[in-house]
């Protein structure tokens, strides 16, 4: 069993590339959600979807895109990205939003020049 | 909104016990979760509180006071692979899940 696998683990863009962060569950997990990680501040939520075709913004939403044409599929787009975007990325899915284990996929440590 | 505090780091000796502790503030309380995140990996999942009381799992317990805004986890027997960042997490009204900064736990010979 898969889990969330979450690609790539390691990338590096100039400022205004663009990108896409691929994640994908095979739990049909209905809940579904993006992390990024910086020190010091802990795990901020940027995005989620509680199911196929809804999506909504988290705490950090900002430059960030989210599409859920699918119940495996979330991914994280960054339009043009900038420097402060530099952070680890997480994505993480459970059964119910807020009452149910998340589960998480390996992570990808983004560098924007 | 919601505010969790957890120490920034805390050493321990190989062996021992110790105990991590999470004050939390939240409009509306719909549970409390553990996470261990060791260097390098996602944080993987230990424990969830909903009802005050201690929950134990091993040599892992969690214990919550829902009227305290208060959780601690309890690492029992050491050992060196506990060595981590310990995130509590907070699910408020609205099921909105907010994380603590994470308290790294070295544990030591």
């Known amino acids: 069993n898969a889990g969330v696998t979450q690609t790539p683990k390691f990338q590096v863009l100039k400022t205004g590339q663009s990108m896409t962060l691929q994640c994908a569950q095979d739990m049909n997990h209905e809940y579904m959600s993006w992390y990024r990680q910086d020190p010091g501040m802990g795990l901020r939520l940027i995005h989620y979807?509680?199911?196929?075709?809804?999506?909504d913004q988290g705490e950090v939403p900002n430059g960030y895109n989210v599409s859920r044409s699918t119940t495996e599929d979330f991914p994280l787009r960054l339009l043009s990205a900038a420097p402060s975007q530099t952070s680890v990325y997480f994505c993480a899915s459970s059964w119910d939003r807020g009452r149910e284990k998340l589960f998480f996929g390996s992570g990808t440590q983004l560098s924007v020049l | 909104g919601q505010n969790i505090d957890q120490p920034t780091e805390m050493t321990a000796t190989e062996g021992a016990i110790v105990q991590i502790n999470c004050t939390y503030q939240t409009s509306g309380f719909n549970g409390l979760f553990w996470y261990q995140q060791h260097a390098g990996e996602a944080p993987t999942f230990l424990s969830y509180n909903v009802l005050d009381g201690l929950e134990e799992k091993g040599r892992f317990s969690s214990f919550l006071s829902r009227s305290k805004g208060y959780s601690y986890l309890l690492l029992k027997e050491l050992q060196m692979k506990d060595s981590a960042s310990y995130l509590c997490a907070v699910t408020g009204g609205g099921n909105k899940l907010t994380f603590g900064t994470g308290t790294q736990l070295k544990v030591e010979l």
């Open positions: 979807s509680v199911g196929a075709g809804i999506t």
